[in-house]
């Protein structure tokens, strides 16, 4: 008698942790979910799973009722609308922490996060990923991720919002437009619940929507050029000051005109001897108008001469305050973030 193989279990082994089962929200899976009979949205879900946009928090689950995270949001936008970086270049590997201050760069979601920002879509830098988004600002990202995909033809008709009369005038605009493609739909008494938290099966209702009526009617922009993300390496110039202090001269050339403006964020000190001096180069203020001639931007701190200053460019897109400084007094304390000083002599006191 021939020994018969082990089985191997059917069990499914269930991974604990409330970041793990996120993650599996939107991967694809197989199997046909038990808990949507009855959900208006069971057939755009179960489309979406087949073509592996989205799955359910177990193997035959969806959990249709539950809030979406903001972290499940962004993903699920960047996945069902095929958002990613195929036309960016950058000048160095992308890291979520360039872009937010509470997205980890090893999280799951921290790509769908990066993607989303350099699409231009609004998401403040000090997000909460694990917050709860509303039904609001699911609409207000969706709105802006569907104008990336190209230009398209809306009706101009209005639709009276019943309980909108508080929403800022930009949601109101991008639901507006959301309306009129039929991507979402007010209730039977007009209303849209703004501040709900938008359920699983919502999301993947707009989803849905949005995704169909990209490959409907949106006609697709000319391929463009690969963009290289704009930088601005500046040269380091140490002045002596005395024995004690250095004066460091940041100096980025070639900029468009007077307006751009360098600024010295912070400096960070190692125990190798080395101040990290960070600088971000801030476009010109919008109200002011300038000539249009090539200039070297610069800005000055100063240093102890213990230290070796390095320079290191931090993005911003924001125009420069008119009455931000380009001269910056700086003091170490020990390894800490620096300390700001009235005059060098201050600084060779210490």
Do not use: C
């Amino acid at each position: 008698m021939k020994n018969k193989k082990p089985q191997r279990s059917n069990r499914t082994i269930m991974l604990t942790g409330g970041i793990v089962a996120a993650a599996l929200m939107w991967s694809t899976s197989a199997f046909a979910f038990s808990d949507l009979a009855g959900d208006p949205a069971e057939a755009k879900i179960n489309a979406l799973q087949k073509s592996g946009i989205i799955s359910g928090i177990t193997n035959d689950t969806f959990a249709p009722k539950e809030k979406v995270t903001f972290a499940q949001g962004v993903q699920l936008i960047v996945k069902g609308l095929d958002l990613n970086l195929d036309l960016v270049k950058f000048i160095k590997k992308p890291e979520a922490s360039d872009y937010f201050t509470k997205v980890p760069d090893n999280a799951w979601f921290a790509e769908a996060f990066i993607i989303a920002s350099v699409h231009g879509l609004s998401l403040d830098k000090n997000i909460d990923p694990y917050g709860t988004i509303t039904r609001a600002q699911f609409a207000q990202l969706l709105g802006e991720a569907l104008d990336t995909k190209g230009n398209f033809p809306v009706t101009k008709m209005f639709f009276q919002i019943s309980d909108g009369e508080n929403l800022p005038q930009d949601i109101q605009g991008r639901l507006q437009i959301l309306l009129n493609t039929k991507i979402i739909k007010l209730g039977e008494d007009g209303k849209f619940r703004p501040q709900d938290a938008i359920t699983r099966s919502e999301a993947a209702d707009w989803i849905f929507e949005a995704s169909d009526f990209v490959r409907r009617v949106i006609q697709a922009e000319p391929e463009k050029e690969p963009v290289v993300e704009e930088s601005h390496k500046a040269t380091v110039t140490i002045e002596k000051v005395n024995d004690q202090v250095n004066k460091v001269v940041l100096t980025v050339e070639g900029l468009p005109n007077p307006g751009y403006k360098v600024v010295i964020n912070e400096i960070k000190f190692a125990s190798d001897q080395i101040a990290t001096v960070h600088y971000s180069v801030h476009k010109p203020d919008p109200n002011m108008s300038y000539p249009q001639v090539i200039t070297d931007g610069k800005a000055e701190t100063y240093l102890s001469s213990y230290y070796k200053p390095l320079a290191v460019e931090q993005k911003t897109t924001d125009a420069v305050e008119p009455d931000a400084p380009d001269t910056s007094l700086m003091l170490p304390v020990g390894e800490a973030p620096t300390t700001p000083v009235e005059n060098p002599e201050d600084l060779s006191a210490k």
